[in-house]
T-cell receptor
Framework: DQQVKQNSPSLSVQEGRISILNCDYT??????FLWYKKYPAEGPTFLIS?????DKNEDGRFTVFLNKSAKHLSLHIVPSQPGDSAVYFC???????????FGTGTRLTIIP | GAGVSQSPSNKVTEKGKDVELRCDPISGHTALYWYRQSLGQGLEFLIYFQGNSAPDKSGLPSDRFSAERTGGSVSTLTIQRTQQEDSAVYLC?????????????FGSGTRLTVV
C-alpha cells in the first residue's frame, strides 16, 4: 500500500527552465510534507517542507505547493541548474507521528 | 561529529550470516531512525528511537531484524540469518527533536549485499 506516490520515475529539463516534480498521497491524516534530494552514494538531504495549514512555501529557487483537496503536492525549481540533477523524494507525516512515509523518488536530470 | 556517521559503508555477506550495521547520530539529536532503500523502491521505515521511550519497531520486516540504541546515542541494527531480499541500502537519520519541522539528517548509508 503506497501511501505516497511519485508517478514519474524520471524527468529531464533544460537548464534555466522550470522543473516540476509531483507527488500524490492517499492518507488524509498526513499534515506535514517534505522534499528530500539525494545524490548518488550520499544520504538524502532535507530541501523544503510545508505544513497542511499552508498551500505554498518558498525558499529561493524552490517552491512547494500543496493542494489538500486533491491530496497533491509539487516542487518547483526555477531556474533549474545542473547541480539540481539528483533523485527527489517526497515524504509525509501525520499528527503526533514522527515517522516519515516516503515516495519512490523522481530522478531529475538537468540538460546543459 | 558534524553529521550522521554510518559504518561500514559497504558490506557483502553470505546468505545465512549475521550482520551488524552501526549509526552515530549527530550529538544532541534525541530522535534516531532506520530506513532502508531496496533497488527501485522508496525509503522504507524500519525503526524509530526517541530518548528513553520504547522504540517504535513497527517497520521491522521480520524477527530477524533488531536494533538497539545505547546511552541515547549510537545505534546498531542487527540482521540475523541474512537473506538475499535483505540486500538494500540501510539509512540512518537523526533529528533534533520529535516531529519533523527540522527534517531529518541522514547518513550516507550502508550498502548491504547478500550473496
Amino acid at each position: 500500500d503506497q501511501q505516497v506516490k511519485q508517478n514519474s520515475p524520471s524527468l529531464s529539463v533544460q537548464e534555466g527552465r522550470i522543473s516540476i516534480l509531483n507527488c500524490d498521497y492517499t492518507n488524509s491524516m498526513f499534515d506535514y510534507f517534505l522534499w528530500y534530494k539525494k545524490y548518488p552514494a550520499e544520504g538524502p538531504t532535507f530541501l523544503i517542507s510545508i505544513s497542511s495549514i499552508k498551500d505554498k512555501n518558498e525558499d529561493g529557487r524552490f517552491t512547494v505547493f500543496l493542494n489538500k483537496s486533491a491530496k497533491h503536492l509539487s516542487l518547483h525549481i526555477v531556474p533549474s541548474q545542473p547541480g539540481d540533477s539528483a533523485v527527489y523524494f517526497c515524504a509525509a507525516s501525520g499528527v503526533g507521528n514522527e515517522k516519515l512515509t516516503f515516495g519512490t523518488g523522481t530522478r531529475l536530470t538537468i540538460i546543459p | 561529529g558534524a553529521g550522521v556517521s554510518q559504518s561500514p559503508s559497504n558490506k557483502v555477506t553470505e546468505k545465512g550470516k549475521d550482520v551488524e550495521l552501526r549509526c552515530d547520530p549527530i550529538s544532541g539529536h534525541t530522535a534516531l531512525y532506520w530506513y532502508r532503500q531496496s533497488l527501485g523502491q522508496g525509503l522504507e521505515f524500519l525503526i524509530y528511537f526517541q530518548g528513553n521511550s520504547a522504540p517504535d519497531k513497527s517497520g521491522l520486516p521480520s524477527d530477524r531484524f533488531s536494533a538497539e540504541r545505547t546511552g541515547g546515542s549510537v545505534s546498531t541494527l542487527t540482521i540475523q540469518r541474512t537473506q538475499q531480499e535483505d540486500s538494500a541500502v540501510y539509512l540512518c537519520a537523526s533529528s533534533l527533536a520529535p516531529g519533523n519541522n527540522y527534517g531529518y539528517t541522514f547518513g550516507s548509508g550502508t550498502r548491504l549485499t547478500v550473496v
